[in-house]
C-alpha cells in the first residue's frame, strides 16, 4: 500500500517553475527525514533534497541548489519542492522518500537512509 503520494508534476519550458507536493498523511511511521529524489532514463536515481521534519533542517544537492527550496506545511504531514529556474536536465521521475530502514543516500551534507517510496511524478523540461 503506497502511503506517499507524489503530485504536482508536468511538462515545462526551459526557465519555468512547478511545485512537486507529497502527500504523507497516511504515513504512520516516523519520519525525520522526508527526501525528494528523481531518475532520468538510462541514469541512476539522485538525491534532490531532504527536510529534517522536527525543526525544518533541508539539506540540497549541488545541482539544484538556489534553484530548488523543499518545505513542509505546518501539520508537517505534506512536503512540497519548489522548482524553479528548470533545465532539460531536470527532466526526470521525481519520487518523494521517509527516513527509514533502507538503502544510504546522501544529499548535500547529509546521509542517512531511506525506506519508503512513493510512485513518483514524471517532470519534463524542454529547451
Known amino acids: 500500500q503506497v502511503q506517499l503520494v507524489e503530485s504536482g508534476g508536468g511538462s515545462v519550458q526551459a526557465g519555468g517553475s512547478l511545485r512537486l507536493s507529497c502527500d504523507a498523511s497516511a504515513y504512520t511511521p516516523s519520519r525525520h527525514y522526508m527526501g525528494w529524489f528523481r531518475q532520468a532514463p538510462g541514469k541512476e536515481r539522485e538525491g534532490v533534497a531532504a527536510?529534517?521534519?522536527?525543526?525544518?533542517?533541508?539539506y540540497y544537492a549541488g545541482s539544484v541548489k538556489g534553484r530548488f527550496t523543499i518545505s513542509q506545511d505546518s501539520a508537517k504531514t505534506t512536503v512540497y519542492l519548489q522548482m524553479n529556474r528548470l533545465k532539460p536536465d531536470d527532466t526526470a521521475m521525481y519520487y518523494c522518500a521517509a527516513g527509514g530502514i533502507g538503502g544510504v543516500w546522501s544529499i548535500g551534507s547529509l546521509t542517512t537512509a531511506f525506506g519508503d517510496w512513493g510512485q513518483g511524478t514524471q517532470v519534463t523540461v524542454s529547451s
Open positions: 527536510i529534517y521534519t522536527p525543526d525544518g533542517s533541508t
